[in-house]
């Protein structure tokens, strides 16, 4: 029986060897059909780092089913049976069957089997064979899964928006921290606008969306309008408390004649040395009685300014502590506006990539939706930009330059007779149209259908030649900025951010 | 237990019969071996061929060469069962008359019923009952034959006219059926060369009944694997069309299958075949090769399948393909 068992021996580890490279050949079929179905399903959903799946898959899958074939055993009359289908007419199955048997017919018939076994050649009689099936399925796949490279992933897209979006975000984070590094170590609110900033930064790295990224920065500058509050509120009372209420009341109503005028008397009362030294005083008792320290220290610097006879300086610091602003405060404010801007335009971005694309998957629909709802998120702070830059004034209309609305086509008399321009109208910002009268006028219906309003325009403010003055037009442009943010509804955070820009170049 | 001397000497000695036979034999190898192989299997053999084949011829040289006593009955309609039994005679003795029991020409160790189709049933039956029972019964008296005991009948395809085809349950007991062909040109050259001129060579004892005994006592001692024993068994099962396992086509052409008899002769004469091939044991083709002579004779066509052409060796080869090896 041992020699028995040791002849077929080779036709065993020849039955290992095709079994193995069968079930590998199975095995790398299952790992095709894996791919095929890792790549139908990236279509579908997001799916980060596919392409490692995919050679997981496609090695894994081999290894295992080989594994399997190689470990699991093999019975001797499996051995017998293949054996003798390569002419031994069953002599190892009887010789099996025999093992225990000692008549001579048993005896004769294993070592006739031994004899045919010791002069078997597994190579050559038990060729290696791969499964057609698998080798085919295997061709199948690959055909398809190329195949499948010429039609676009929406999820590839999505995936490649989101990262750009996170690198974006990952740049600004980088910014921001940057920018906290800078600001003015001498001012009490730093330490404060370092850490906020330092979380902002933490948080636009974590982000992945747009909407997570508005979020963080919608937290940030809640933060940063309370430090301002505070500050404010802190310096208010600090005046009143001091006796200076007055001056406290015209600070906040942003009357800076008034508050000129009452600190100019503190000088003139100074100078003729009876109330100078109290107003001074009295802001350093402000300064010391305020708890909050960007208070403190921006009445302590009007005080000195005042003391020193720099009438502006100290008004300054006093309309800043007043208003709760500091530089390092506007800076981080800026930052803070730069982020959010980025972040708006990389989720504009992606946005108008997945629109493009015209993805309706629900997945796809949702990433959308929250890329415009992050454009639509929630902003803090109020017109207090407005508020605060008073100088935004009236502005012009192009009435002043002769203009007149007209609908008949006639072209108006007058010294400043308007060019007569009859055409398709954008809704475009033109400062020379400001007004009631003479508006923006829109197209209804399709291009060359519906109602076409004509409008003659002015020639406006300036002409080309001149250059207007940076104040003179600043108010105007605010104006009409604020006016057409809020008229295109656009997002909160959208519409702050124009008011702080505009009311930046205000300071 | 069979000394391997024994068991090693099987092949030489089938081997020296089949030579002398071919000296009287010219051709007809496939009849020898199956002949042979019935012979040594212990079963009987119905030959189907046209007159002057040499059917006759060949039993006679297989006498000749076990040297065992031959005879041959030439099977008429008028044939009696007496006449092949034997039957008690009046015998004059010194006694007084009385009867005595003259043995028919059955009391031989081989053979020949000739065109046993010819006889009336009554008398095949007293044939079939000496194949089966290796006995006569005359008178209430039974008369034991000897071993060996070998019948080989004979049937005329042609000529069925005026015949009695034997019953099924008759032919069931022959082994195997062979069918003998008509010789091919150089065969039939070589018969007339040998039998118009005065024959000098003529087949000689080799073997004896202890022999032909001892033959058929190691050929039953041949090992068979159980895949094969499935296979053999399979094979007759699927021949009957009431069972699941049956083809549509036996299904449809086969009006009775094999009987348990069918599955013996397998196995018996695959073993004898095993052994002329110089194995040990029984392989698939040992089965394969002598199904169609086992079973050609045990399954009889549907009035369907007769009427679309089918033939019993195209089921039985049918069956043989479509049966999974072990």
Known sequence: MIQLVHALKPIRKRMRAQRALSWIMIGLLAGAIIVLLLRGASFMWEFPNVTTWYFVAIISAPLLFGGIAWLLPISDMSVARLADSCGLHARAQTALMLKSSDTPMADLQRQDTLECLNGFNPKAMLPFQVPRFSVIGVLVCALCFSASFLIANPQMQIMHAKTEFQTEMKKQADLVEEGATKLDDAQAQTQDLRKLLGDLAHELRQSTEPKTALSALDDAEREMDQIKKNTSKDTLKALKDAGLSELAQALEAGDSEKAKQLLNQGTEQANSAQSSQSTSSQLSKAAQSASDPSASQQLSDAAQALSSGNLQNALESLQNAALGQSNALAQASALSAMARSAAAQAGAKQAATLNLNGLSISGLASMSAAGNSAGSGSGSGSSSGMESGGGAGLGSTNKDGGYTASTNGTAPLGSNAPKMKVSEYESIYDPTRLGTEGEITNERGQIGEGEISEATIGSGLGSIDESVPYNEVLPEYYESAVEAVQNANLPGYAQNWVDRYFSSLTE | ?326
């Open chain 2, 1 to 326: 237990m069979i000394p391997q001397e024994q068991i090693q000497s099987f092949t030489s000695q089938i081997d020296h019969i089949r030579n002398e036979i071919k000296k009287e034999i010219i051709g007809q190898e496939r009849v020898v071996e199956q002949l042979l192989t019935a012979l040594v299997a212990g079963g009987n053999v119905l030959l189907e061929g046209v007159p002057g084949l040499g059917k006759t011829r060949l039993v006679h040289s297989l006498s000749k060469v076990f040297d065992l006593p031959f005879s041959r009955i030439q099977f008429t309609p008028d044939l009696m069962p007496a006449d092949i039994t034997g039957t008690n005679i009046i015998v004059k003795t010194d006694q007084g008359n009385e009867f005595r029991f003259k043995e028919g020409p059955l009391f031989a160790s081989i053979v020949l019923a000739d065109e046993i189709n010819r006889a009336t049933p009554k008398t095949q039956s007293a044939l079939l009952e000496a194949m089966q029972e290796h006995a006569i019964t005359v008178a209430g008296e039974t008369h034991q034959l000897g071993d060996p005991y070998f019948v080989l009948a004979t049937q005329n395809p042609m000529e069925q006219e005026g015949t009695y085809p034997l019953p099924e349950a008759q032919l069931d007991r022959f082994m195997l059926k062979i069918l003998v062909d008509f010789p091919s040109l150089s065969e039939l050259s070589e018969i007339v060369g040998l039998t118009t001129t005065t024959q000098t060579v003529h087949a000689q004892k080799v073997a004896d009944a202890s022999t032909l005994m001892t033959l058929r006592g190691v050929a039953m001692d041949v090992p068979i694997a159980d895949a094969v024993k499935n296979y053999a068994l399979n094979v007759v099962l699927h021949t009957h069309p009431e069972l699941e396992i049956s083809s549509d086509r036996v299904k449809r052409s086969v009006r009775y299958g094999a009987s348990p008899r069918a599955a013996q002769a397998l196995i018996c004469t695959s073993r004898v075949r095993a052994l002329m091939q110089g194995r040990y044991n029984v392989a698939f083709e040992d089965i394969q090769a002598v199904a169609p002579a086992c079973l050609r004779h045990r399954i009889a066509l549907s009035f369907e399948g007769m009427a679309q052409g089918d033939t019993v060796e195209s089921i039985i080869d049918d069956i043989l393909s479509t049966i999974p090896r072990g």
